[in-house]
Structure formats: structure tokens, C-alpha cells
């Protein structure tokens, strides 16, 4: 079980099983948010029943909503804006430091895409 929470803890999730790998992506949002995404089903991302609401960022073609703590203000996750969009990215910065440390970083090109 891999558990992560924003800086407050207002949200937290965990996962079964710990990312293969992250995807460090130069895209115009990412390099700013300086997330590393961890994708999951969202069937497989177990939000705490406790979890505040979060505030959404939407821009571009508006299909992902990035999520954010209300309180603390870290990015937690984006989801998709379809639900049949069986994917969704989790912030792996928001694991413990010695479970990223353990994982391969992937230098995506989200930029040029
Ligand atoms: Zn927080």
C-alpha cells in the first residue's frame, strides 16, 4: 500500500501498488506545477473518505480537470473529464520521499506534443 497526502494532509489517496515509473512532463502545465505523474485506473486510486473538496484547474480542450488542495495548495491528481477515460494521474510528489526515491523518473515530452 502506497499512501500519499497534500502538505495539510486535507487530502490523501493510496494505491495498491507502487508506479513502475513517473513521468516528469515539460508540458506548459506540468514544468510549472512540478508534478511527477503516476498513472493509475481511478478504479485503483482510494481517496480517504475524510478528503475536503478540492478546487479544479481546466484549460486547453478542457478534457482534465488538475486538482488541488483547497487549504495547502498542493496538486494532488488530474482525472478526466470523461468518465471513460480509464486513466488518471496521481502527484508522486506527494508520496513518501524514500518510495519516490525508489522509482524511475521519465523525462516526458508533453511540450511538443
Ligand atoms: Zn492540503
Known amino acids: ?11 490523501s489517496f493510496a494505491v495498491e501498488i507502487a508506479p513502475d515509473q513517473v513521468n ?3 508540458c506548459s502545465i506540468c514544468r510549472r506545477y512540478g508534478t511527477l505523474w503516476a498513472y493509475y485506473r481511478p ?6 473518505a475524510e478528503n475536503g473538496p478540492t478546487d479544479i484547474y481546466q484549460w486547453g480542450d478542457q ?25 488518471m494521474g496521481i502527484n508522486a510528489r506527494l508520496m513518501a520521499p524514500q ?11 508533453g511540450a511538443s506534443r
Open 43 to 48: 478504479a485503483e486510486v482510494r481517496f480517504a
Open 63 to 87: 478534457t482534465l480537470e488538475f486538482h488541488r488542495c483547497r487549504i495547502c495548495g498542493c496538486v494532488t491528481h488530474w482525472s478526466a473529464v470523461n468518465p471513460a477515460r480509464e486513466r
Open 24 to 26: 516528469d512532463c515539460n
Open 1 to 11: 500500500m502506497i499512501e500519499a497526502s497534500c502538505h495539510c494532509g486535507a487530502i
Open 99 to 109: 518510495v519516490l526515491a525508489a522509482i524511475s523518473v521519465r523525462h516526458g515530452d
